[in-house]
């Protein structure tokens, strides 16, 4: 499975980005779907997942209540709607999916076989 992620660019604090996660060829509605990030210096963090069967929602404690993950089934497209946007949410942001049944609340960046190339999200203060 192929990602190709995008959405990203320099945006001020306080706006509202969306993030696109798309997988042409492929129907990414049997995926669940993460959004990671790195920050300059920093690991990789979970952000944010959604499951395949039931839809559910899970976000890191960093981003619950300013991000919202949604999936377009017609689309075949994973969205992450950002908002309130701070400087410390400066990463690339990396969608990746996984064909398990796996517990979302993980996030573990082993249980997700495929990744897109990343987008990058700069947020000025």
């Known amino acids: 499975v192929q990602l190709q992620a995008s959405g990203g660019g320099l945006v001020q604090a306080g706006g509202s980005p969306r993030l696109s996660c798309a997988s042409p060829g492929f129907n990414l509605n049997d995926y669940a779907v993460a959004w990671f990030r790195q920050a300059p210096g920093k690991g990789r963090e979970g952000v944010s997942c959604i499951s395949s069967h039931d839809g559910s929602t899970y976000y890191s404690h960093s981003v619950k209540g300013r991000f919202t993950i949604s999936r377009d089934s017609a689309k075949r497209t994973v969205y992450l709607q950002m908002n309130s946007l701070e400087p410390e949410d400066t990463a690339v942001y990396y969608c990746?999916?996984?064909?398990?049944?796996?517990?979302?609340?993980?996030?573990?960046?082993?249980?997700?076989?495929?990744w897109g190339q990343g987008t990058l999200v700069t947020v000025s203060s």
């Open positions: 990746a999916a996984s064909g398990y049944l796996l517990d979302i609340t993980t996030m573990y960046d082993y249980d997700f076989a495929s």
